[in-house]
C-alpha cells in the first residue's frame, strides 16, 4: 500500500486553511446520525470527545480508569507551548514551527508541525475560556517562561500542575456533554480489538473490567487517542496501567506503526533505587533553569560518594565537573533532552555516578539560593522539591538532587495521515498515540499542546471529511459475525492466558523484557546489541506463552489478567521497536545509533538515505513486519545539523 | 524490615469482608507502600493466592486513582501525600499495619480495597464546566485575571479527586471536593455566568449521592493529599446560599 | 416555596438552621450571664430577684425567650436528623481509626456534648424555671413591691455539693460545645475571611468557651461557699 500523507498543495502557511476549505462537511441536521467511539480520555481523547459532541455527533468515550480524569496527561508538570508572542521576545507561528521541526531533528512533516504551531495559539484560548487557571502576571494577563531550551518565553503553565489544569479542562467540558447526554462514557472498559469490515474500521471490542464482560462496540469512525507505549521499559516515568493494547491491536489489524524506536529519554528523573521499584518520577525539566548538573570529576570521588564516605558537599568546587556547561557552553544545562540525557549516561559509563547504584547525576540549586535566595527558589520549585524529598528522603535546599535519565514520551506511533487517519480508513490516531507532529525528539511542554490540538483543532474538521463520504449508512451492527468473531478471538487469548499457570509472574515477564530494552534500545544503541536484544525478546515472549501464571477467570475484576494481556503486546512491540532501530542507520533525536556519531559525540543524521518516515505493516504473528516509506520533503526549513556548543 | 499486613479483602461488593493477616519479611525502607503490595501480589501469585485489588496508576501523586486508609488515616501517616507517595520509610521494623479501603455509603467497595468513586464524576457532571464550545473563545488575554484569583482558582482546581477527604471525614462528607470545585470557578471572571445554577446542581447531586454533611472538624483538608483548604467550604456555603436566595429557581 | 423547603432541607441548609439556631443560643448566654451576675451582689437576692422579675414581665424578652424555646428544640432536632444521616453516609466503620491526628476531640463530638447539655438544660429549667412558673416560690417585698424570691431557690439548689458539681461538669460540655461549635456556625454560613475569622476565633474561644462558662461555673461555687459559710 502506498503511503498518502495527504499534506495539501501550497506555502506552508495557507496549508491548512487551504486543506479545511477543501474537506467534506456533514450537514448539522445529520451530523446525529453518526456514531464517533473515542478510546481514551486524555488531553487528546476527552478534547476530541467533548468537540466532537459539541458538533452534534454521538460519542462513546471509553476509559480503563473509573474516571475520565485520571488519564496520565495528568501527570504533565511543566507547560504547553503557543505561538502567542505576548513577552514580544520574537515569537511566532513560524518560530515555533521552526523550534519543534529543528527539536524533532528533522523527522516530522512541515506540514502537520506547522499545523500544529498555528492551533497552539486557540489551544491556549479555548483552555483560559474553560477556567483553566493558567499563571499570571499582577496584571492580570498570562505569564510565560521559557522551557526545554527554547530561546523564546512561550510556554503556559499551572504551577507545575498544567498537565493536570488542562486535562480537568477537557474533562469538565467532557462531563458538561455527558450531562447533555452526548457523550456516552463508559469507565473501567478496556478497549481490546478493532473491527475492520470491508477495509474500514467499524468498532471495537471492549472488556469490562469489573465484570470481565466481553462486549462489542459499533461506529461509523474510531478514534485511537490511547496515549504511548514507554511502559515497554517496564520503568519509565508514565503510569503504571499505560500501555500499548489499544494501538498494537489496531497494528495487528491493518494500521501502520510509525518510527517506534524514537523514544524520548527525559534527563531529570529521580533515579532508580532497588528492584522492587515500579515506576521513575519525573521532575519537571525547569527545574534545568536554575540547577547546575555535574559529578566529581575524578572517580575516586565518586567512588567515595557511592560508598556513602563523603557527600556531595564535601567535594570542592574545583573538584566538580559541570559537564554540560563544560561541553556546551551556550546552552549549559538547557540542552534539548536527548543531549542532556546522553551526557549522564556518558559521565556514569566513565565511572562518575554518584548514588549507590553509581547511575545518578547531581542537580545543584546551591548557586542559584546563593544567587536569588531560598525564597524565590522555593517559589519556584517548591513543590518539586518536596516531592523528590517524599520519594528520596533528602532536603534539595541542602544536599543536591540526584536525576537520571529515563524514559518519558515515545515519539513513534501509528502513523496517520494529515487528517490523523491510520492506514485503516475510519480509524483515528490522535495525541501521543500517533507518530505525526514530534519527529525523532519532542521538544518540553510540546505533548500537551499537540494532544489537545488533535482533539480540539484538527479531528473535529477532519473526520467530517470521512464521514460525509461513506454517509450515515455505512454503519455495522454488533451482531455481525465480525464482532462476534472478534469477541471469540477475545475470549480465546483470555483462556490462553489463564490456562497456562505456569511458575513466573506477568511482572517478573515485564521487569526481564524492560532490562532488555534499556540495556539495548535505550539511551544508546547498537548493531550489535539490538540484534542480540532481538532474540532475546523472541526467546522471552515464547517463554511468556509457556510459563506465565495468571490466576483467576476471565469472569471477573481481574488486575493479573488486565496486565497479562498488556505485558503479552509489549513482548511483540519490543520486537519491532528494535526493528526499527536496527534498521535506522543513523542517529538522529531520541534514536542514537553508536556507530553514527559526530566526533565530538553528538548526533549524527544521514540525511540522504533517512528522511523518511518508518512506516511498519503487521503481517502475521512471529512474521518480520514490512517496512514502508513515507519519504519527508523539507521546503521550508534547511536540514543542518543540530549544535547546541 | 518485617511488617505484618492486616489488608481488607473482599470478593465484590455483595459479599462481606474481613481484615486478612499477612507477613512480609524483606521491605527496604525505600520502598513505596504500593510498591510493598507489588511484592506481596507476587509472593501471592507464587503461592496460588488471588491478588489484593487496589486502584493505582500515575505513583506520583496526582492521578488520584490510590486510595487506602492506612493504620487509621487516609492515605496514611504523612500529611500532604498520596498513598502512592508514602514510603515505608515513614513505617518501623516490626510494625502491624493495617489497610482499608474507604468507607463511604457514596463509595460501595467494588474489590478489596478498591471503591467506585463515580459519584465524584456525576457531581461533575452536575455543573462542574464552564459552558464554552470548542473554537469560541476570545483571545486569552482578553480576560484579564488578577494574580491572587488566579492563585486562588489553582489552589482550588489542584484537588485530585481521590476521594480522602470523604473517607477521613467521620460524616464521610463530601464538602471539600465539591467545594473545590465550585470555588475553581466562583473565583474566576470565567465562570460568573453559570455561577449561582453550578452551586445549586452541583450540591444538589452531592446530596443525592448520599454524602453526609460537614461538621467542619477539619479532618479532610489535614488529610488532603493537596492540603486544599477549608476556605473552600466557606466559600461553597457563602455560594450555595447566595445562589438560593438570588436565583430565579423557585422550583428548588 | 418549594426552594425554601428545599434548601433548608439539604444537607448545607441544615447546617444553616443548625448555625443560625446554635449562634442565637450563644448571644442568649451573654445576657444570661450578664443577668446572673447579680448573684454576686451582697445584697440578700435584692438586684436578682428584680432582675428576674424584669425577664419575666417584659413583653419583649418574653417573646424573645419563646423564641429561645424554640431554638433550642430545633436545634436538638436538627441534631439528631443530621447525626443519623452522617452516620448512615458510612454504613460500614472503620476497623481501625486515628481520628485525633486530624481534628479535635469536641469537633467530632458535638452529638455527645449537645446531649449533656440538652440534659442540663432539662435539668436546670426544672429547678428554676418550672418552679418559677409553676412552682410555689416565696415572696420578697422590696419597697413595698412583692417579688418572687428566685433568689432562695437558687440558694437551696446551689447548696447541695452534688448539684454544684452536675453544673461545673456540664459548663466544661458547655466551653467544648462552643469552642468549635461557635466558630463552625460561622463557616456553615460562609463566614470566613483572613482578617475577621481569627476574631470569630478568639471570641469562641475564649469568651465562649473558656470566660462565659467558667462565669456560669463559679456562680453554683460562689453560692455553695457562701451558704456553708466558707466564704
Known sequence: MELDSKIPEGPLAEKWARHKFGLKLVNPANKRKYDIIVVGTGLAGASAAASLAELGYNVKAFTFHDSARRAHSIAAQGGINAAKNYQNDGDSVFRLFYDTIKGGDYRAREGNVYRLAEVSVNIIDQCVAQGVPFAREYGGLLANRSFGGAQVSRTFYARGQTGQQLLLGAYHALSRQVANGKVKLITRTEMLDVIVVDGKARGIITRNLLTGAIESHSAHAVLLCTGGYGNVFYLSTNAMNSNVTAAWRAHKKGAYFGNPCYTQIHPTCIPVKGDYQSKLTLMSESLRNDGRVWVPKSQQDAEKIRKGQIKANDIPEDARDYFLERRYPSFGNLVPRDVASRNAKYVCDEGRGVAPTGLAVYLDFADAIRRDGRKTIEAKYGNLFEMYEKIVGDNPYETPMMIYPAVHYTMGGLWVDYNLMTTIPGLYALGEANFSDHGANRLGASALMQGLADGYFVIPYTIGDYLATIGPGDKIAVDHPAFKEGEQRIHDMNNRLLSIKGSKTVDEYHKALGHIMWDYCGMSRNAEGLKKAKKMIQELRAEFWQNVRVLGTNEEMNQSLEHAGRVADFLELGELMVDDALHREESCGGHFREEYQTEEGEAKRDDANFTYVAAWEYTGDNKPEVLHKEELEFENVKLTQRSYK | ?252 | MAWVTQTLSSSLGRKVIMSLTGLFLSSFLIVHVAGNLQLFKSDGGRAFNEYTYFMTHNPLIITISYLLYTSILVHALMSIVLTRHNQASRPVKYAYGRPEANSTWSSRNMGILGTVLFLFIVIHMRTFWYEMHFGSVPMAEYDGKQYKDLYAVVLEAFSQWWYVLLYVICMVALGYHLVHGFQSGFQSLGIRHKKYTPIIEFLGTFVFAILIPALFAAMPIYVFLQVHGII
Not at chain 2, 473517607?167 to 474566576?188: I, R
Open chain 2, 1 to 252: 524490615m518485617k511488617i505484618t499486613l492486616k489488608v481488607w479483602r473482599q470478593k465484590n461488593s455483595n459479599t462481606p469482608g474481613k481484615l486478612v493477616e499477612y507477613q512480609l519479611d524483606n521491605i527496604s525502607p525505600d520502598m513505596s507502600f504500593l510498591e510493598m503490595f507489588d511484592v506481596l501480589n507476587g509472593e501471592l501469585t507464587k503461592k496460588g493466592e488471588e491478588i489484593i485489588a487496589f486502584d493505582h496508576d500515575c505513583r506520583e501523586g496526582i492521578c488520584g486513582s490510590c486510595s487506602m486508609y492506612i493504620n487509621g488515616r487516609a492515605h496514611g501517616p504523612q500529611t500532604g501525600s498520596t498513598t502512592c507517595q508514602l514510603h515505608m520509610r515513614s513505617f518501623s521494623d516490626g510494625d502491624t499495619i493495617v489497610v482499608e479501603p474507604w468507607r463511604a455509603r457514596a463509595f460501595p467497595v467494588i474489590k478489596d480495597l478498591m471503591v467506585d468513586r463515580t459519584a465524584f464524576d456525576r457531581i461533575a457532571q452536575a455543573g462542574g464546566y464552564i459552558s464554552v464550545n470548542t473554537g469560541s473563545a476570545p483571545d486569552a488575554n482578553e480576560i484579564p485575571v488578577p494574580r491572587e484569583v488566579a492563585d486562588t482558582a489553582m489552589d482550588a482546581a489542584q484537588c485530585i479527586a481521590c476521594g480522602a477527604c470523604v473517607a477521613a471525614c467521620k460524616n464521610a462528607s463530601a464538602m471539600l471536593y465539591v467545594a473545590a470545585k465550585v470555588s475553581h470557578f466562583a473565583v474566576l471572571p470565567q465562570g460568573q455566568a453559570e455561577r449561582t445554577m453550578r452551586a445549586e446542581r452541583m450540591v444538589a447531586q452531592m446530596d443525592t449521592e448520599g454524602f453526609g454533611a460537614c461538621s467542619f472538624t477539619g479532618a479532610c483538608s489535614v488529610e488532603c493529599p493537596k492540603s486544599i483548604s477549608l476556605d473552600h467550604i466557606a466559600r461553597l456555603n457563602r455560594e450555595y446560599l447566595g445562589a438560593k436566595l438570588t436565583s430565579n429557581n423557585v422550583q428548588g
